[in-house]
């Protein structure tokens, strides 16, 4: 149903043409938890006030304001402690080829609640909020889910198969059987259309929606799996392939799949992330719309108190 659309994808870009495909293909909004929004907007504010009132640290670079700290937040009636870093820099070329260690990680649980890291960029004390609430939409859906599920995600054996291949560098076969399995699951997917929500409404230019989803995480996993697919495709003979024998062998021993099945799978979780972009997209528009006509999107509900630390 989506060849003509997935064929365009070429050399890491989607064009202009595919992102109106993309918003044609399905008009229905893609459901955004309004919980999760306003508490990264909470956040947002809080890690603001938090950069601006914290003396500068010694760096080894001058041309980097280094800044760190923490704070504590209640969401869900859950202690979550933020733990920031913070670099400014000069101008945005070095903002974009320096390397930072980025700490930016899953939410993680502790003896007296929950703890995330996030690392923040500036350019001249301008907060690039785009990225960082990106990552941290993510990570807070996953959180909403399992809280309001009561049990960990099914299928998470397999899960943690995938995310072991993903991790394979020396194995780009591998990878790409890990990134197929792993981006498959439909709470990643759920979690990474949050986040390319939240980085669309964040985004220091919104009205380039359709130019700003290209940077999103969610439509460069869109390509590679295009790529992984075709990979996969094209191998002959894969039960001999010495880049595949030994991984194919524990996916049919341990959980009964078969080589044409990630293909299929892959083929599948294509489709319904091109559906979840066009959703995704459509609604950060209709709501960049309204927050421009001055409208209030998402009434505070009182989901996150600030606690000082």
């Given at each position: 149903m989506f060849e003509e659309l997935i064929e365009q994808i070429e050399h890491d870009e989607i064009n202009n043409d595919i992102?109106?495909?993309i918003t044609r293909i399905i008009n229905e909004e893609r459901s955004i938890p309004s919980e999760i929004t306003n508490i990264i907007n909470d956040i947002k504010y809080r890690l603001n006030d938090e950069v601006k009132k914290s003396p500068s640290l010694p760096y080894n670079k001058n041309y980097i304001t280094f800044k760190k700290g923490q704070f504590d937040?209640?969401?869900?009636n859950k202690n979550v402690k933020i733990i920031w870093e913070y670099y400014s820099f000069i101008s945005e070329y070095l903002k974009n080829k320096v390397?930072?260690?980025?700490?930016?990680?899953?939410?993680?649980?502790t003896i007296d609640g929950y703890e995330i890291n996030i690392t923040v960029r500036a350019v001249n004390g301008k907060i690039d909020f785009a990225r960082t609430l990106e990552a941290l939409q993510h990570e807070f859906e996953h959180f909403w889910e399992r809280l309001?599920?009561?049990?960990p995600y099914k299928g998470m054996n397999l899960y943690k198969v995938a995310d072991q291949l993903l991790c394979d560098t020396y194995n780009d076969y591998n990878q790409s059987i890990g990134r197929i399995l792993y981006m498959s699951r439909k709470w990643e997917q759920r979690a990474y259309a949050n986040g390319?929500?939240?980085y669309l409404m964040s985004h220091p230019v919104p009205n380039l929606t359709r130019e700003?989803?290209?940077?999103?995480?969610?439509?460069r996993a869109l390509i590679f799996l295009k790529k992984d697919v075709e990979k996969l495709k094209a191998v002959k003979e894969p039960s001999q392939h010495p880049f595949l024998r030994a991984t194919l062998s524990k996916l049919r021993?341990?959980?009964g799949i078969q080589y044409e099945q990630i293909i299929t799978i892959g083929e599948k979780a294509i489709d319904n992330i091109v559906r979840i972009l066009g959703r995704t997209l459509s609604?950060?528009?209709?709501?960049l719309s309204k927050k421009e006509n001055g409208e209030i999107l998402f009434p505070n509900h009182n989901y996150i108190k600030m606690n000082n630390s």
């Open positions: 992102i109106n495909k937040v209640r969401i869900f390397f930072i260690n980025n700490k930016s990680g899953q939410l993680r649980k309001h599920m009561g049990h390319v929500y939240q700003n989803i290209k940077d999103t995480q969610l439509y021993s341990d959980f609604k950060a528009e209709n709501d």
